[in-house]
Structure formats: structure tokens, C-alpha cells
């Protein structure tokens, strides 16, 4: 049988990539696709980080009296992840407040509609 | 002990983004999106990663919550359509999830001492991080000093997009004052 | 909503422990968690929450447009002239060790001068994205 608790991290990392992309295919309401996509990016960061955890670390400031640390570098990758996640978020609600006012919806089927 | 925290939360996440998928009501979608955000916060903690944590509460459930509810407020719309015979995104959806979960199998186990990402340049980050720069936070010793041009590249991507969002938005077209 | 007095009575109150979270927050980020991007968005968090508390034009009075596009720019900059520092120190691009006779006190004073830049540009950018969508009102045209 395929390991369950040593990778339930990367399962719900999984599930949860997999249910942002269905959010970003299957909804027709623009604000709902950005959600998704949102979803979408944040399990990335749950991929990167899981594997540097180390039960009975903590996390890396030296310290006195500590001598695990989980490991630094995906914390670093994945702050400069948000930070650009939250950009594009912001860039993608312009775009959809710019759609509502050129075509008065925001629902995918009726601005097909009106550009056909 | 942990652990449990860790999955009990890992599993409310997961029911959230149930629920998300199942809401209707846009401005449901936006309050059960900051909730997520916090959680994932949560477990940010709980994983010992205290400067992502931060960043992700502050970002995902602060200003992202912010930005969607003033989208929220300008398209003024409250409730999207049902979604109709879904079949080709569920097929998709269902191959992507069984390719990743084939691609999973190579990865180390949770909480592995020995997995790649302890080694090379971790350990000697950890060991001369306060060292050579000074400051005992190696996140940001690595973030400010030994990756600084990566920095630089990311505030210039959130100065691009604010600049963006003026193009876009425009700055006297429609003003309130 | 500022005609609701426990809400303006909260905000005034608030407003200064936000401000020193978010200072606290950007020159510890050495010793804890913290840094340049969490100290931005905690003080346009705080500049937000009087903006909806009093409305747009206290918010305007408070932080006039001008004063936040130029804090956008000036952050980058910032960065980018700590970098020409390096070079005009006779060191290579974001050096830090030239930056004073001692290389760990040189790094801890090019870490400040860039984290400060950070923090900057970010509670800019956050800031002016309040602005552009909160001052829009639903039924714009273009022009």
C-alpha cells in the first residue's frame, strides 16, 4: 500500500492543487477563478515547506540550548512566493474590475456572449 | 503530539476548500478564503516556519481579504451560477491528481533527517549564517544577504505590480472626492 | 462610520500600538521573525484600518496620494543605491562587507539600509491598492 502518514503532507498538498485547478476550470464567475488560482499557489507553498520540518527542531534562529533547526531555504523561496502571489492576486482584481465596467458582468458565459 | 496538530489542521483545510468549491455566494467565497489563509497560517507554525507564517497571515488573510472585498464591492455581484455537467474538468482534474500522486511516491517521508533538503547548502548556511553576517535569524541573514539580488528582483516585481494596478485603474476615472 | 463612537474610540487607541507592532516587527526581524515585507503590509494594515474607520478624505489628509506614490519608488531605489554603495566602496554589487572597516558590522548595516527599502515599497504599494480600489466608484466610465 502506497505510505499514508509518512506523505499525509504531500496528499492534502495534492488534494489541495488538485481542487484549486478544478475552482480555476469548472467556475464561469471571474472572482471565483482568481480564488482558485489563489488556492492553487498556496499548496505550492505547503509543498515546499513540509519537507524541511524536522520533529523535535524548531524553527532556524540560533539560539543557545537548541541544536536542530528545520531547514532555512524553502522559507526563503516561499516568502518571495507570496509576496508575488499577492501582486498577481492584485493585478487579476484590476483586470476584473476593468471587464465588469466595459461589460457590465463578471459571469465568463455572458461576456463570451457579448464579444461573439 | 505534533503531528496530530499538524494533521488535524492539514484535514480542516481540506474542508474548507470543500466548501469554497460548494459556496455560492461570492461573498461567502471571499470570508471562507480568509479562514483558509489563517489555517494555513496555522500550520505554517506548526511546520516551524515563523517567518512564512507571519508573512502568510498578514498577506493572505489581511491584504488579500481587502483586495477581493473591494473587487467584490466594485463588480457588485453576489451570487454565481450553478455550474452544469462538469465532466471535462472533473477527467482532468482526476489525471492531474493520479500523475501527481505517482510523482509523489519518489519523495522522502515527513520529518527525514536525511533528505536532500538538510544537506549542501543548509547546513552550511546554518552553521555560518551568524557568523559571517551577524544576525542569529538565518532566514533573513539568507534572505537580505546571501540571496539579496533575488530580493531585489521580488520588491521590484510588488513595485511593478502596484504600478500595474495604477495603469489598469487609472488615476482620476471615476474618483469618489 | 465614524459617527459610531465606540468604533472611532477603538481605532484612535489601536492605530499607535499597530504603528510600534509594525517598527518592532521590522527591526527585529534580525532576532525573530519579522523583516522588511511583514512590517509594510502591518503599517498599511493600520493606514487601511483608519481609512475605513473615518473614510477616504481623513485617509487622503493623513496620507496624501503623492506621499505614497513616491514612498512605491523610493523603496526600490533605496535598495538599489545600498548595491551602488557596494561598488563605490571597491567591492562588487550588494557587498556588503565594504560598507564599514569591520565586514559583520558592515553586513548588519546593509541588511538594515535593504530591509528598510523593502518595507518601504511594500506599505507603499499596499496602500495605493486601497486607494485605487476603495476611491472607484461602481459606475465609472473610462474616459
Request: aromatic share 8%; net charge negative; charged share 10%.
Amino acid at each position: 500500500m502506497i505510505a499514508i502518514t509518512g506523505h499525509l503532507s504531500y496528499w492534502v498538498t495534492i488534494f489541495l492543487m488538485v481542487a484549486g485547478l478544478y475552482l480555476l476550470m469548472v467556475s464561469t464567475n471571474l472572482l471565483k477563478k482568481l480564488v482558485g488560482l489563489a488556492i492553487l499557489q498556496s499548496s505550492v507553498y505547503l509543498l515546499y515547506v513540509a519537507p524541511g520540518k524536522l520533529i523535535g527542531g524548531t524553527a532556524p534562529i540560533v539560539a543557545d540550548g537548541f541544536t536542530v533547526y528545520s531547514s532555512p531555504l524553502p522559507h526563503v523561496l516561499i516568502l518571495t512566493a507570496i509576496v508575488v502571489g499577492v501582486a498577481t492576486l492584485a493585478l487579476g482584481l484590476a483586470l476584473v474590475v476593468r471587464i465588469r465596467e466595459a461589460f457590465g458582468g463578471i459571469e465568463e458565459d455572458e461576456i463570451l456572449a457579448q464579444v461573439d | 503530539m505534533e503531528q496530530l496538530i499538524i494533521h488535524v489542521l492539514l484535514a480542516a483545510m481540506c474542508v474548507v476548500v470543500v466548501a469554497i468549491a460548494a459556496q455560492r455566494n461570492q461573498f461567502g467565497v471571499v470570508v471562507l478564503f480568509s479562514i483558509y489563509s489563517f489555517l494555513m497560517a496555522t500550520v505554517m507554525v506548526a511546520l516551524d516556519a515563523v517567518d512564512v507564517a507571519m508573512t502568510e497571515a498578514a498577506v493572505g488573510a489581511g491584504v488579500s481579504t481587502v483586495l477581493l472585498l473591494g473587487a467584490l464591492y466594485l463588480t457588485g455581484d453576489t451570487e454565481s451560477k450553478p455550474t452544469k455537467r462538469p465532466l471535462a474538468p472533473i477527467a482532468i482534474s482526476i489525471a492531474v491528481g493520479c500523475m501527481l500522486a505517482y510523482g509523489m511516491q519518489g519523495l522522502p517521508t515527513f520529518s527525514d533527517p536525511h533528505a536532500p533538503i538538510h544537506s549542501h547548502v543548509a547546513a552550511r548556511y546554518l552553521e555560518l549564517g551568524p557568523k559571517e553576517t551577524g544576525v542569529p535569524n538565518v532566514v533573513t541573514a539568507v534572505l537580505a544577504s546571501y540571496r539579496a539580488y533575488d530580493t531585489l528582483g521580488e520588491t521590484v516585481v510588488v513595485f511593478t505590480a502596484g504600478v500595474g494596478v495604477i495603469a489598469l485603474l487609472g488615476r482620476a476615472a471615476g474618483r469618489l472626492n | 462610520m465614524k459617527s459610531n463612537i465606540i468604533l472611532r474610540v477603538i481605532a484612535k487607541l489601536l492605530m499607535p500600538f499597530m504603528l510600534i507592532f509594525a517598527l518592532y516587527v521590522q527591526f527585529h526581524g534580525d532576532f525573530g521573525p519579522g523583516g522588511g515585507f511583514q512590517a509594510g503590509i502591518i503599517v498599511a494594515g493600520a493606514i487601511v484600518f483608519y481609512g475605513i474607520i473615518f473614510g477616504l478624505s481623513e485617509m487622503q489628509r493623513l496620507m496624501p496620494e503623492r506621499v505614497v506614490e513616491i514612498m512605491m519608488a523610493l523603496g526600490v531605489l533605496l535598495y538599489a543605491l545600498v548595491g551602488l554603495g557596494g561598488v563605490a566602496l571597491g567591492g562588487n554589487y550588494l557587498d556588503y562587507f565594504v560598507l564599514h572597516a569591520e565586514p559583520v558590522h558592515g553586513q548588519l548595516r546593509g541588511i538594515f539600509w535593504v530591509e528598510a527599502g523593502v518595507g518601504i515599497t511594500v506599505a507603499g504599494v499596499m496602500i495605493k491598492q486601497f486607494y485605487m480600489f476603495a476611491g472607484r466608484s461602481r459606475e465609472a466610465e473610462e474616459s
